[in-house]
């Protein structure tokens, strides 16, 4: 029954935190490392199709070094323009059109307009029209460029020392926001700080363990009050359904844990005996949901990406004059 459920504590709520970025590839595995978005929105005079094979050029790269973003962080992004060196008419039967491109690629802060790092690459494409030869000269670029590489660790280096630079004051918003009880955005904005900040990530975890903490218990506490309140009004088989729904939602952490094992007894005490064997099969159902740890080893992220998701999405124009 749920009114014998112990109240389960982890060792370490820090480790469980560093866990969850170490925990392999999830739907959101932009959290705890660099990542580069890839964005085109601000390259000029390309048809769509152009764009489209530019923007997968770009994943191509920043996949390359580990760093391709799924579009959680939308601060960081890799992009690139492109100049016409040359064009020339190849007589046919068909008739083809070759162009020399230089295609400068930028890696920067979409959202302050800082250009973290820069550089060029010549290619030549050929086509039977001018978005052929666009797409042939693009697709020719090889991420491995030894003067891509360079400018993607210059930036990586770059980002690095803006998070170790800007560590106080993101933790400072993210206090602000717990303050007024905005918890999910702010663990949002915790967990983008990458683990390399060595020194920085610490605090982060402290501190996003802190807020997770006043999240559950906010939470769990209102939920217990609707549930008390439910139950008032229909203390019945179909009142303890919604109770249950509602406790369910409660974590374990929270340190009133015995008030609701109590209020559960209480109603479980009050359901009538030809009704009980469905109310402790939900009661089961929920101790043994209780006992699963992966709830807690995902928590972070999910709230994280749960807040993005119901964010009205934002469009950062890059500057190209970088």
Known sequence: MIYMMIKKRYVSLILLIAGIFN????????FGRIALRSDVSSVANLSEETKSVLTTKLNQIATSYGIAATGINPRFVITAKIDVISKDIVPGPPQRVSQKLQLTFFVGDAIEQ??????????????TNETKAYISAVNKVNPGNPDIKTMIEESKTKIIAYYSQACEMILREA???SAQGEHSQAIYSLSLIPDVCAGCYQNVLTLQSEIYIRKIEAEGWQALQQAQTLWAQQPDRDGAGEVMRLVSQISPDISFIDKVQSFVKEVSAKVEAQELREWEQQVREYDDRMKTEQMRINAYREIAIEYVRNQPRIIYNTLILW
Do not use: W
């Open 114 to 127: 800082k250009l973290f790092g820069n550089t060029s690459v010549t290619v030549t494409g050929t086509g």
């Open 175 to 177: 206090k602000a926001l």
């Open 23 to 30: 925990a392999g590839a999830q739907t959101a595995d932009d």
